[in-house]
């Protein structure tokens, strides 16, 4: 048994239990506990010591943060059935612009101008936008994950292409660098278990030195040394 730990935090939208598993083939003996924590306050739940590492979206303020980024998810526009985008294989910003767009308080995505016509409201939440949206009062767009996560039978959504994406990265704070640590970055990369870049092995017990061969008592100590007659040494004549 131990008493160690490692504290894995993730975003809404990411789902860990890949790695988590090869954690538990890899490091049976340290548990792996996982904690949910909104985008926005991922960062700060890190620095404070909720979790050893956390997976977050980018971008996010690095200041004493490690950070690897991992993969770039698609955006997508969640819409009723019945929307006339749902006909669509992909659509682009411009498609929406008779739209009402709505832009929830934890929005993920940077932009540089809102796509569509402004919402009669800036929900909370991206969850509070998705049941407006299923109630017709308007669209949304967010990463992929995030319309797979609040998937409901009566929406839909479609790829848009042109926008800003939303990066998945793995973060841990810098001073915080644990074997621990190490170990699930090693994972996350996809090393093996015998990769030279994991963690650093213990080194080997030191061989024992041969100690030298007492020598014989009355003996030189000296290998070959004789005295007296050879055995096949000449006959004298």
Do not use: C
Not at 185 to 206: C, H, L, Q
């Amino acid at each position: 048994m131990t008493d160690r730990e490692f504290r894995l935090a993730y975003v809404p939208g990411v789902t860990p239990a890949k790695w988590v598993n090869v954690w538990a083939e890899r490091v049976p003996d340290v548990p792996l506990t996982l904690a949910s924590v909104a985008a926005a306050e991922a960062v700060k739940f890190l620095h404070d010591g909720g979790a050893d590492a956390g997976f977050v979206r980018l971008p996010v303020d690095r200041e004493g943060l490690s950070v690897i980024p991992l993969y770039v998810e698609t955006t997508v526009v969640v819409v009723p059935k019945d929307h006339m985008v749902a006909a669509a294989d992909e659509v682009t910003v411009a498609d929406l612009a008779d739209d009402e767009v709505f832009h929830p308080m934890d929005d993920t995505l940077e932009w540089t101008a809102l796509p569509g016509l402004p919402a009669f409201t800036r929900p909370d939440t991206t969850a509070e936008a998705i049941q407006l949206v299923a109630a017709g009062a308007g669209l949304l767009l967010v990463p992929q994950s995030l319309a797979r996560l609040y998937h409901r039978k009566d929406l839909t959504y479609r790829p848009v292409v042109e926008t800003p994406q939303s990066q998945i990265a793995l973060a841990w704070p810098t001073n915080a660098t644990t074997e621990l640590v190490e170990d699930f970055i090693g994972i996350v990369r996809g090393r093996t278990v015998n990769s030279s870049r994991g963690r650093t092995p213990a080194p080997a017990p030191e061989k024992a030195r041969k100690q030298p061969r007492s020598p014989a008592p009355g003996g030189s100590g000296r290998r070959g040394a004789q005295t007296g007659r050879s055995r096949k040494g000449h006959r004298p004549r």
